[in-house]
């Protein structure tokens, strides 16, 4: 069973790469092309054959309600209650504007390391062979795996200026802005890999040795030939390590410090506002970094489709 | 593929020249491969051998008396109870999800996919903030649920429904692009021979996306265990009640009792350890990689 489930991806990923096929084959795969769109045409007429549409959909839509929409628009619901001018002050106080400012520059940095080692690690992993190297392939997702608790409590104690790591730094890198860097870091750092590792798999050998016959040199094809094919994934990446840098909380809250104006990250400001009961003003932060979330997502949705048109289009 | 390559070979002189024009010189590789291995190293190989040296720091009685602890215990048992409810329920519907979304044609189609994705970029502690707005004492039902005498926040189905929120996409996720190369030829192959939509998908569908299937229940379980924010919120931190174990790690620590919160930590690690072995089995088993990172 396990064989026929890859028989059909490689069958699809075998499809995937006709758009690059030389000119002679390309007309007799475009005609089969042709054959097969009538054949999905004439299927997708019956698509709706198999039974069982509304029962599914049902569920689909009920559960995905009551789990994820009723409770999300609690957040919008209650900052509507508020009045604007109360919702204005909350979100503009000079401690959560500082807070804003700090995770969106943490994030970011933390989500620019990932995007270049992303590649490297990527590159370094689908072209090359050595010792080691499915280990490292499966520790990747480690920060997947790993709860972010452990992450947090284990990068303080490596970080603090007498750990491991901190001690070789004249500076103070754990309860700095810079330990909720290497904390980001650590949580994002499979996204960018496995965008762009399906991606280099898949570029066709045939247009890097076009490239080298006509005289480019492996820098050249490199940045000409493969990075362009790699921009939407590493945008992808980028974007997802962006969107949960931004709303991590539990392994920067150890690394951080917490110190108000300096190290206190939005999510905790939440955090300490909910402690203090103090509902509506959590609220209001909250709603401020969904209306960012949502802004990443809707981004990544277009490059998503950017992407999709970018491959059909060839 | 192989075509194309004699054919290039063909005409611009011997193969080994074209593989050469394709490749980085070998110095260049050694180079690049250093920095990649230096880089993870320090950031995923050191702090996972720092766990296990900081566990056992004061010895394996020391260890063996912080994971032995009636707290410590209670959390593994309270983060069992979460894991038993939130994976099932979130491992049906991803299947009912997926097969939705791919044996149907509907309008809005990229938009329920885009809905479905939507925990995954919602900070933890905004998620754990709507069930308070939801469920709490000065929530839209806070009122309803006192007066039936529920009690939802600050207690055990606080944390399963926040829980299942965060990890609401990972099996859908998995399920829906393995489910789309799969096409729905065998199911409609299954009901032209007269099989009903239920026996269908048990004895077709469910064997081809068995492999798929587990993929995403081993993440959607290491997540759950390892969700913080969330259930941080939504706890209460009641020791010994509603403290599973990323929470019992902080309390720990933050009682100054490293080496017990790193006992807590390591046998979390051992776990993601075992998580990623399962994982890399199944990716080598089936050739099936996750394209989407979750």
Redesign the interface.
Same mark, same amino acid.
Do not use: C
């Given at each position: 069973m396990a064989v026929r489930s890859t028989k059909f991806i490689n069958r699809n990923k075998h499809e995937g790469e006709d758009v690059f096929i030389s000119s002679p084959l390309k007309s007799i795969r475009k005609s089969w092309g042709e054959t097969m769109t009538i054949m999905t045409e004439a299927k997708r007429k019956n698509k709706r054959t198999i039974p069982g549409f509304g029962l599914t959909m049902g569920f689909t839509l009920l559960y995905l309600t009551i789990i994820v929409l009723i409770p999300l628009s609690m957040v919008f619901l209650n900052t509507f209650s508020m009045g604007f001018q109360e919702f204005w002050v909350t979100i503009t106080e000079p401690r959560v504007v500082a807070s804003y400012k700090l995770s969106f520059m943490t994030a970011l940095t933390a989500a620019f390391v990932n995007a270049v080692f992303g590649v490297l690690i990527a590159w370094v992993l689908t072209r090359y062979e050595f010792p080691g190297k499915r280990i490292i392939d499966g520790l990747v997702d480690l920060p997947f795996a790993l709860p972010t608790a452990v992450a947090g409590i284990t990068l303080t104690t490596l970080y603090s200026p007498n750990g491991w790591i901190g001690q070789f730094f004249s500076f103070k890198i754990a309860f700095t802005p810079a330990g909720i860097i290497i904390a980001l870091i650590f949580i994002g750092l499979p996204f960018v890999v496995r965008m762009v590792q399906p991606v280099l798999e898949n570029i066709e050998k045939g247009m890097e040795e076009a490239s080298a016959s006509l005289g480019a040199n492996r820098m050249q094809t490199f940045i000409k030939i493969i990075f362009p094919e790699l921009i939407p994934a590493i945008l992808t990446g980028f974007a997802l390590s962006f969107a949960r840098a931004l709303g991590e909380y539990g392994s920067v809250v150890f690394i951080a410090g917490n110190m108000p104006f300096k190290t206190e990250i939005s999510p905790l400001i939440i955090m300490t506002k909910l402690e203090q009961y103090d509902y509506e003003g959590a609220t209001a932060v909250a709603a401020v970094m969904l209306v960012i979330t949502f802004l990443i997502l809707f981004t990544i949705n277009v490059l998503q489709w950017w992407t999709g048109k970018r491959y059909s289009g060839k | 593929?192989e075509?194309?390559?004699s054919?290039?070979a063909k005409t611009?002189g011997p193969v080994i020249m074209?593989k050469n024009?394709?490749?980085?010189p070998k110095s260049i590789?050694w180079i !690049? +491969?250093s920095?990649?291995?230096l &880089? !993870?190293t320090?950031?995923?190989?050191?702090?996972?051998i720092?766990?296990f040296v900081?566990a056992f720091e004061k010895g394996a009685d020391a260890y063996l008396a912080a994971i032995a602890h009636p707290d410590s215990l209670a959390a593994i048992k309270l983060t069992l109870i979460v894991v038993l409810i939130t994976v099932p329920l979130n491992a049906v519907?991803g299947v009912?999800?997926a *097969?939705?979304i791919t044996?149907?044609?509907?309008k809005g189609k990229?938009f329920?996919i %885009? #809905?479905?994705? #939507?925990?995954?970029?919602?900070?933890?502690?905004?998620a754990g903030?709507?069930?308070?707005? #939801?469920f @709490?004492l000065?929530?839209?039902l806070g009122t309803v649920l006192q007066s039936l005498g529920l009690k939802v926040i600050f207690s055990i189905p606080g944390i399963v429904?926040a829980s299942?929120?965060i990890t609401?996409p990972f099996i859908a996720r998995e399920l829906i692009p393995?489910m789309q190369?799969?096409? %729905?030829?065998e199911?409609?192959a299954s009901?032209t021979l007269g099989a009903?939509?239920?026996k269908?998908f048990w004895y077709v569908t469910l064997?081809?996306?068995? *492999?798929?299937l587990l993929y995403g229940v081993i993440?959607c379980n290491?997540?759950t265990?390892?969700?913080? @924010?969330a259930v941080?919120?939504v706890s209460g931190h009641i020791r010994g009640m509603t403290n599973t174990?990323?929470?019992h790690?902080?309390i720990l620590?933050n009682e100054y009792q490293?080496s017990a919160? &790193?006992a807590v930590?390591s046998l979390?690690?051992i776990?993601? +350890?075992i %998580?990623? +072995?399962i994982?890399?089995f199944i990716e080598w088993?089936? @050739? &099936?990689?996750?394209?989407?990172?979750?």
């Open positions: - | 593929m075509h194309e390559h054919v290039v611009n074209t024009a394709t490749k980085e590789q !690049l +491969i920095i990649v291995l &880089f !993870l320090l950031f995923l190989v050191v702090p996972l720092a766990i900081k519907f009912v999800a *097969w939705t044996k149907y044609d509907f990229n329920l %885009t #809905l479905i994705d #939507l925990p995954f970029s919602v900070s933890p502690v905004i903030l709507i069930f308070v707005l #939801l @709490g000065h929530g839209a429904i299942i929120f609401f393995l190369s799969q096409g %729905t030829s199911e409609e009901l009903g939509g239920f269908t064997p081809n996306i068995k *492999w798929g993440l290491a997540r265990i390892g969700e913080f @924010g941080s919120v174990m990323p929470l790690i902080e620590y490293f919160a &790193f930590a979390m690690s776990f993601a +350890i %998580t990623l +072995i994982k890399s088993k089936t @050739g &099936f990689k996750s394209t989407k990172a979750s």
